[in-house]
């Protein structure tokens, strides 16, 4: 069992629907990470939330809108997604800062299985 | 100078057979080296890791060496296992004042026959 929960795990969604994913973890990590993988690659940035603030937007379209409301939840709003918005989509949570040991470790949710009608 | 690369793309051992996976990085800036094990329809969890002060780190079967000059680094999966049938990814990371920014490979697809 991972420490970083994802829900839901799986999720079929037409074009025009909108839907939330959501990511909590509770082990005082103050930066989390939505990320992308889609088959046989490896995960893709998309975002990064530092103090519960908007720190890397890596240029993801506005049909994806992340939100954290608190230091251990993390969301992603969908809207009029496309098919190749189909993916797996994970979240990922770490320390801040490790001091003097340089950068923190991540650490990954199961993700939700994404697929868009 | 972002860019990771990993080899080989897929590979088959043994039970009780060495694997070993390597990766090369170009960035100096990077300070953390994490290797990441992905099961089918599982997030990538983390294996190993290793910081550019050191030239080698085990843990268990599991086994980084780091070349530092060479910008190189390899997991070394010893006794291997059919349940170490997997896919790897080699990661690299730099320090942000926001949390850290990975760098993946493109990973290795692991088979472990019995």
């Known amino acids: 069992d991972t420490e970083v929960t994802q829900t839901p795990k799986h999720l079929v969604m037409g074009m025009t629907n909108k839907k939330s994913l959501k990511c909590e973890q509770h082990?005082?990590?103050?930066?989390m990470y939505w990320y992308k993988q889609k088959a046989k690659k490896p995960p893709e940035l998309m975002f990064v939330?530092?103090?519960?603030?908007?720190?890397i937007n890596e240029s993801v379209p506005s049909r994806f809108s992340p939100e954290c409301p608190n230091s251990s939840l993390l969301n992603l709003h969908l809207h009029a997604l496309q098919p190749e918005d189909s993916a797996l989509y994970l979240c990922?949570?770490?320390?801040?800062?490790?001091?003097?040991?340089?950068?923190?470790?991540?650490?990954f949710g199961d993700g939700t299985r994404l697929s868009i009608l | 100078q972002q860019q990771v690369k990993q080899s080989p793309q897929s590979l088959i051992v043994q039970k009780g057979g060495i694997s070993i996976i390597n990766c090369a990085y170009e960035?100096?800036?990077?300070?953390?080296f994490p290797w990441y094990q992905q099961f089918p329809g599982k997030g990538p969890a983390l294996l190993i890791a290793?910081?550019?002060?050191?030239s080698e780190k085990k843990e268990g079967r599991f086994t980084i060496s780091f070349n530092k000059s060479a910008k190189q680094f390899s997991l070394h999966i010893m006794d291997s296992q059919p349940g170490d049938s997997a896919t790897y990814f080699c990661a690299a990371s730099r320090r942000r004042t926001s949390g850290s920014r990975l760098t993946f490979g493109e990973g290795t697809q692991l088979t472990v026959n019995p």
């Open positions: 939330y530092s103090y519960e603030k908007l720190s």
């Open positions: 990922a949570s770490s320390q801040v800062l490790v001091m003097d040991r340089g950068s923190p470790p991540q650490h």
């Open positions: 960035n100096t800036a990077f300070d953390y």
């Open positions: 082990m005082g990590h103050r930066a």
């Open positions: 290793i910081r550019p002060d050191v």
